[in-house]
């Protein structure tokens, strides 16, 4: 036996090693960190029975369906999208070297399929909406998905490497062993994402005890970034709170999960993974993989509340796991305990605390209760979300030439260097285009890349507790939304759109650029013949017609000191 498990290592590492030889001369497409998570999960057989990334048929069949097109239950389609220039290098049967960010052969997709989709559709079947607006799934979807899909089989050269937590990276086949030496027979899988306190303990103990369970404890961890703080943060957290639980009855492995926020259907699919994983059990939420779950009102939730848990349970038999409810509690003052919230009666004095008061307690540096979480878990955080005052923040000015962001800006710069507490950086539209976008025209592809290239400049100020003050135009909402994103990750994001209007901006123009806009010698020029598409939700609106540009930074430096960012 020995012998030949010896020999099917020996063809294996052969096979590889030919594999790396013959990929010298295959195309190559770099990938995504979305899409290294897919493929760990298809090399590990997390995502068993697939082989590869669906072909169209089982594609279609799955968004019609929620079934692969032998019958296999799959709620949600797992292919490699790919630029127009990847997707014309490749035809059927031809192989695609895949690698990861820095060129590293992580698999060969044999490809057997190739077609663009129609993702309004696709959006409508996996979200329930086809609406960007409504679901931020759908608006990745459209703005950072790519346009062709490729399907087929892959080969496995690597999994992708990880330098972080590596003693908590098990891949399934690791799990299965770990449960046969611990004798453990049921096992119910846990997923989460965010950091978890003294409620969570009791709900996952409480869940454990009523089917005779020990727990998987699977937190959801994607590819870290070196400017990641959140990802090694949270891993942090995590291994506090296990420490919390009785020993021998939990174990900690993360997953590699690139989440969709398709909620019942995303519960689906963690379930099947949960399954194996080796769990007979999975805990779902009542709001499970919704894009609003951690919001401290239900009825901003996408999906019902409870569909989640219906919908699995509906698919037990066939998946072979069986869903466990997870039941939310409360702390009943009284008594010094949790409670199920529904046992809670008239009269009696609970408490509860939400991730977005949590998240205010922090940046506002208030007490977090002893009964809320453990010491270990506020420590972590404290140490990463450090409060406003002591936080770094961007303030992202966007409106029309001439409507006064560069002068506010310049307002700004000195008064925050007056304060001399954290370091500060002008990031003015003209500066940036000198300096970092000298290479960049006016087209809106362009415009795009300039925007997004002063937000990561500025999300790495805002992360290393700096003020940024950017002033470009930026005229889409997809960048302007993209460096919210990716700033807010780090500390504050402030965007004011100061509104004037064009007819005033036109006015006060010295250099002529509107009139020449206007007689055509300009192309391209925001408000004449290219568009301004004004932000949704900017935290601060000015008009500087009748304000003077002290005026308007004394707004702004009002708002910061009221919401905490300044003292």
């Known amino acids: 036996m020995q012998k030949e498990y010896s020999e099917s290592l020996l063809v294996h590492f052969r096979r590889v090693e030919e594999l790396k030889q013959e990929a010298l001369k295959y195309p190559t497409y770099s990938l995504n960190e979305r899409q290294i998570c897919d493929l760990e999960l298809l090399l590990n057989r997390a995502f068993y029975p697939l082989n590869g990334f669906l072909k169209q048929e089982d594609y279609f069949s799955v968004l019609e369906n929620e079934r692969l097109v032998d019958g296999t239950v799959w709620p949600i389609p797992i292919y490699l999208d790919v630029p127009k220039h990847i997707a014309e290098k490749v035809s059927i049967g031809d192989p695609l070297a895949l690698l990861d960010s820095e060129g590293f052969l992580l698999a060969i997709l044999h490809v057997e399929d190739k077609f663009r989709p129609d993702k309004r559709f696709e959006a409508e079947k996996i979200y329930g909406t086809s609406d960007e607006n409504k679901h931020p799934s759908v608006f990745s979807l459209y703005h950072e998905g790519n346009e062709y899909y490729l399907g087929g089989k892959i080969e496995g050269i690597s999994l992708p490497i990880h330098y972080d937590f590596v003693e908590l990276r098990k891949p399934p086949s ?183 008061e949590l998240r205010r307690r922090l940046e506002l540096d208030l007490e977090i209760p002893e009964w809320f979480s453990f010491k270990e878990v506020v420590e972590e955080l404290r140490h990463t979300y450090p409060p406003r005052h002591k936080q770094g923040f961007t303030v992202f000015l966007t409106g029309l030439p001439g409507a006064g962001k560069s002068t506010i800006a310049k307002i700004l710069y000195v008064k925050f260097m007056e304060l001399r507490d954290r370091p500060v950086t002008l990031l003015d539209g003209d500066i940036v285009r000198k300096y970092l976008s000298s290479e960049l025209d006016y087209s809106k592809e362009h415009r795009e890349i300039n925007v997004r290239r002063i937000g990561f400049v500025a999300s790495e100020i805002t992360k290393n507790g700096g003020i940024a003050i950017c002033a470009p135009i930026a005229p889409y909402e997809e960048s302007r939304r993209y460096n919210r994103e990716l700033i807010g990750r780090y500390g504050g994001y402030i965007e004011v759109y100061v509104a004037t209007p064009f007819e005033v901006c036109a006015q006060r123009d010295r250099k002529g650029m509107y009139e020449k806009a206007k007689k055509g010698i300009i192309r391209n020029f925001t408000g004449v013949d290219d568009p301004y598409i004004p932000p949704k939700n900017p935290e601060i609106t000015i008009d500087t017609t009748e304000l003077t540009p002290q005026e308007a930074a004394q707004q702004i430096i009002l708002y910061l000191e009221e919401n905490g960012y300044i003292r």
């Not at 989640?308 to 349970?313: L, P």
Request: charged share 25%.
């Open 174 to 356: 690791e799990v299965h062993r770990f449960f046969s030496s611990m004798g453990w027979r049921n096992i119910i899988g846990f997923h989460t994402e965010k950091a978890l306190h003294c409620a969570h303990k009791e709900m996952i103990l409480r869940a454990a005890r009523e089917v005779n369970a020990s727990i998987f404890f699977n937190p959801v961890v994607g590819i870290p970034n070196p400017r990641d703080l959140d990802h090694f943060t949270m891993i942090r957290c995590y291994q506090a709170f296990v420490n919390h639980f009785p020993k021998n009855i939990i174990t900690l492995a993360l997953l590699p999960f690139a989440s969709r926020k398709a909620g019942p259907k995303e519960a689906i699919l963690q379930a099947i993974i949960r399954k194996n994983y080796g769990c007979t059990h999975f805990l779902v939420a009542p709001d499970h993989a919704d894009p609003y779950m951690h919001s401290s009102d239900n009825s901003k939730l996408f999906y019902p509340m409870g569909e989640a848990q219906e919908r699995v349970k509906s698919y037990e038999k066939e998946i072979g796991i069986k869903m466990v409810p997870l039941t939310p509690m409360v702390y009943w003052e009284e008594e010094g305990k949790y409670i199920p919230e529904d046992e809670v009666k008239k009269g009696m004095k609970v408490k509860r605390l939400s991730s977005s």
